[in-house]
């Protein structure tokens, strides 16, 4: 499994190389109007391990492709998504639509996987972001599902049942709850929503 796992990240590594770039002035904008600076993004490196700037073109199923020289497309902050130490997906989160994204290859679940993982074995609770720009506002810190809340049940059912959510925002924990009630028995509100 890891030597695929090795292949995978060194996959993703080459397509964050080729297609992305340093962020524009329009990024560094996109970020600022979420509160996000580039000094907190730098300050959580170790959580927060590639943020970048891509165009790139928005597909059916949640997924992107990046956009070649001539096509249309859409400017994008491109994040890595690691699991198990090796980085697993890119995710663009769309300058239009920052409340959006859309993955790559398709294969991340979240943002802070190893978060949710580490959470569980330990027994501690993890804070759960609506969105990748809540998760980065918040220096990478808990985790943000890649999925749709329908697909989150069977996306973590190598986790065991120990975990405690807290989710960001009321709404977000009421959709959690809704969604993850048959496979964890607790989601809080976190005290920082």
Same mark, same amino acid.
């Given at each position: 499994?890891?030597?695929?796992?090795?292949? !995978?990240?060194?996959?993703?590594?080459?397509?964050?190389?080729?297609?992305?770039?340093?962020?524009?002035?329009?990024?560094?904008?996109?970020?600022?109007?979420?509160?996000?600076?580039?000094?907190? !993004?730098?300050?959580?490196?170790?959580?927060?391990?590639?943020?970048?700037?891509?165009?790139?073109?928005?597909?059916?199923?949640?997924? =992107?492709? =990046?956009?070649?020289?001539?096509?249309?497309?859409?400017?994008?902050?491109?994040?890595?998504?690691?699991?198990?130490?090796?980085?697993?997906?890119?995710?663009?989160?769309?300058?239009?639509?920052?409340?959006?994204?859309?993955?790559? =290859?398709?294969?991340? =679940?979240?943002?802070?996987?190893?978060?949710?993982?580490?959470?569980?074995?330990?027994?501690?609770?993890?804070?759960?972001?609506?969105?990748?720009?809540?998760?980065?506002?918040?220096?990478?810190?808990?985790?943000?599902?890649?999925?749709?809340?329908?697909?989150?049940?069977?996306?973590?059912?190598?986790?065991?049942?120990? !975990?405690?959510?807290?989710?960001?925002?009321?709404?977000?924990?009421?959709?959690?709850?809704?969604?993850?009630?048959?496979?964890?028995?607790? !989601?809080?509100?976190?005290?920082?929503?």
């Amino acid at each position: 499994m890891s030597e695929r796992r090795a292949q !995978i990240d060194e996959a993703v590594n080459a397509a964050y190389v080729r297609h992305t770039g340093p962020l524009p002035p329009a990024g560094r904008a996109m970020l600022r109007q979420h509160g996000i600076t580039l000094a907190s !993004i730098e300050a959580a490196q170790d959580s927060v391990p590639g943020v970048s700037w891509a165009r790139v073109v928005l597909q059916v199923g949640g997924r =992107f492709a =990046f956009a070649a020289p001539g096509d249309e497309g859409e400017e994008a902050l491109i994040l890595v998504a690691h699991e198990r130490g090796y980085a697993i997906d890119l995710v663009a989160v769309p300058a239009a639509r920052p409340e959006t994204w859309h993955r790559y =290859f398709g294969l991340g =679940f979240a943002l802070g996987a190893d978060r949710m993982t580490r959470a569980a074995y330990l027994g501690r609770s993890v804070t759960m972001h609506r969105n990748p720009l809540q998760w980065l506002k918040r220096g990478g810190q808990g985790a943000c599902l890649l999925l749709s809340l329908d697909d989150v049940p069977e996306a973590l059912d190598a986790l065991p049942e120990k !975990i405690v959510v807290m989710a960001d925002d009321a709404a977000y924990g009421a959709a959690l709850q809704a969604a993850m009630t048959v496979r964890f028995g607790e !989601i809080r509100l976190a005290a920082n929503g």
